[in-house]
Structures are given as C-alpha cells and as structure tokens.
C-alpha cells in the first residue's frame, strides 16, 4: 500500500541557508500534518492543513512557512537556518482531518552545518 | 492545552514476558488517541488507534485501552519478542485543534 513519501531523506545546509522538505500524503488523503523532532525529544507540533487550508499551528518559527497544493502534497520551506533547526522532520497525512487515524512518513534528517 | 505524559519512561523485559506501557493526559476532550512505535532514527509506525468513543482495540499481540474520563491509555503487549525492542509512542488528538500532542516515549528492549 502507499505510504507518505518524504523527500529529500536527507539534507544537509550550512547556517542562513534555505531549505524545502516536500510531502507527498497517503492517495485521497487531505490532511497534512508537519513535526520536528529533536535528538531524544519527542514529535512537537509546526502546523496542519486539511483541504489545502491551514487548520492548526504549533510551535513554528516564523523563519519556517509551509502550504498544501492543489494536489495535496505539502512543502515546509525553511529559511535563515540556524544549527537548533537540526532535526528529523516529519510530514503526516490522514483523511477527514481530526478523527481519523494518521500515517507517518519516515522523515526527513535536516542537519545544519 | 493538552500535556501528555508516559510511564516508564525505559522498561527492559526478558523475551517471552507480557508488558503494559501507560500513557496520560491532561484533557480529556479528544477526538482518539494513537499508538505508534518508533525505531531509532526511523519513522513513526501506527500500531494502533482508539476513537474517543472505543474503550479498547485489538491487533495480533497488542491490545491498547482507552479511559478517557481519567486520561489514561494502556498498551498491553502480550509474550514479547526482540523485535519489540523500539521507542513507543502515544499521540492524543484533541479536539481543540488539528494536531496530535505526543508523549516523551517509553524505550522498550527485549532481551533475548
């Protein structure tokens, strides 16, 4: 079965560099969801967006901004890095927005030089 | 806003042993709550989803519970084998917002 696709897997960026991680949701699914987790930590919350609108935001930078397209993939766009954004990012998708279950991808490893 | 807390936070079991590993929270206003399960470095695996309206759910060797009026989940993993040996996540989804609050995670090993 198709899962969510996560791309690059791995990227690596000096500081002040830019960066954009791209999701591709589960076919049919509407709802995206985006979270860093930190070395050790758990899954905080960035921001959420069902049928391309944004629906929730969490603990996102301003530096960060992300968008859900006509096709339902999503891209996280990161700029002005600094070495705390070092972190693996993940992009979930799910159908129906809140109370279906939701699907992760394997992630993104952001690491920032 | 919701805080979701799990115990223990490291558990480390012989092979063969049944485990249940505990999670709570503050708000007991959810739409459902997650299990997923995490390899170091991997991705997030759903296990297991509970609807705020279920009070239990089965699948193979896992069995989740649900009580929402105490803020309390359980994961009960029966006769568990090595390939357990994996950070284990709850994730509650409130109905206050689109968004799962996660637990910090219990770090299961299974020892041969």
Known sequence: ?113 | KQEVTQIPAALSVPEGENLVLNCSFTDSAIYNLQWFRQDPGKGLTSLLLIQSSQREQTSGRLNASLDKSSGRSTLYIAASQPGDSATYLCAVNSNTGNQFYFGTGTSLTVIP
């Open chain 1, 1 to 113: 079965a198709a899962g969510v696709i996560q791309s690059p897997r791995h990227l690596i960026k000096e500081k002040r560099e830019t960066a954009t991680l791209k999701c591709y949701p589960i076919p049919r699914h509407d709802t995206v969801y985006w979270y860093q987790q930190g070395p050790g930590q758990d899954p905080q919350f960035l921001i959420s967006f069902y049928e391309k609108m944004q629906s929730d935001k969490g603990s996102i930078p301003d530096r960060f901004s992300a968008q859900q397209f006509s096709d339902y993939h999503s891209e996280l766009n990161m700029s002005s890095l600094e070495l705390g954004d070092s972190a693996l990012y993940f992009c979930a998708s799910s159908f129906g927005g809140l109370n279906t279950e939701a699907f992760f991808g394997q992630g993104t490893r952001l690491t920032v030089v």
